[in-house]
T-cell receptor, first 114, second 114 residues
Framework: KQEVTQIPAALSVPEGENLVLNCSFT??????LQWFRQDPGKGLTSLLL?????REQTSGRLNASLDKSSGRSTLYIAASQPGDSATYLC?????????????FGRGTSLIVHP | DTGVSQDPRHKITKRGQNVTFRCDPI?????LYWYRQTLGQGPEFLTY????????KSRLLSDRFSAERPKGSFSTLEIQRTEQGDSAMYLC????????????FGQGTRLTVV
């Protein structure tokens, strides 16, 4: 059974810092890994999708990397802003009994203070 | 099409009542997922449809829960005889048929059982 762990669970930083959020997974036989953002009481917004054949994806100030063999992904946020405050979730989609079901970590709660 | 839509956004019900939630996926997406999320946790998988077929159900989905996706379009999730432990955010997601594609989430339905 796939297990996804996110470290740290919470992070508080001053505005302008560069951040690294970590995601690890136990089964490296995955199809893709997706990073999401969730604001309090809201649904999930997709940030980046990395296919299993890819090493990284970039969108604006966000860069996500994937090392499938070691079961790790990192989300790098450059020049953080207060508007980046949210919970960041990673989800791994693997092959589970013929189904393709994203499995989530618990998330990293990020606060960026002015 | 503006994305995955869920209705209602909030539901307060008395213990023992039945509730039903609706999810409208992105129109061309044939895969539909239901998740449950409690405070401080990542989303937990409940069930998954490919077109109208319900292909997998989590052990979290007790016999009080039932989900349908008639004609492979919208989906409903019904909870019978609600319990306080059912209080959570219920999230719906959809994706296109290929296994490596991106999952898109709705805004969720917040259920409170009093």
């Amino acid at each position: 059974k796939q297990e996804v762990t996110q470290i740290p669970a919470a992070l508080s930083v001053p505005e302008g810092e560069n951040l690294v959020l970590n995601c690890s997974f136990t089964d490296s036989a995955i199809y893709n890994l997706q990073w999401f953002r969730q604001d309090p009481g809201k649904g999930l917004t997709s940030l980046l999708l990395i296919q299993s054949s890819q090493r990284e994806q970039t969108s604006g100030r966000l860069n996500a990397s994937l090392d499938k063999s070691s079961g790790r992904s990192t989300l790098y946020i450059a020049a953080s802003q207060p508007g980046d405050s949210a919970t960041y979730l990673c989800a791994v989609t693997g092959h589970s009994g013929g189904s393709y079901i994203p499995t989530f970590g618990r998330g990293t709660s990020l606060i960026v203070h002015p | 099409d503006t994305g995955v839509s869920q209705d209602p956004r909030h539901k307060i019900t008395k213990r023992g009542q039945n509730v039903t939630f609706r999810c409208d996926p992105i129109s061309e997406h044939n895969r539909l997922y239901w998740y449950r999320q409690t405070l401080g946790q990542g989303p937990e998988f409940l069930t998954y449809f490919q077109n109208e077929a319900q292909l997998e159900k989590s052990r979290l989905l007790s016999d009080r829960f039932s989900a349908e996706r008639p004609k492979g379009s919208f989906s409903t999730l019904e909870i019978q005889r609600t319990e306080q432990g059912d209080s959570a955010m219920y999230l719906c997601a959809s994706s296109f048929r290929d296994r490596g594609t991106e999952a898109f989430f709705g805004q969720g339905t917040r259920l409170t059982v009093v």
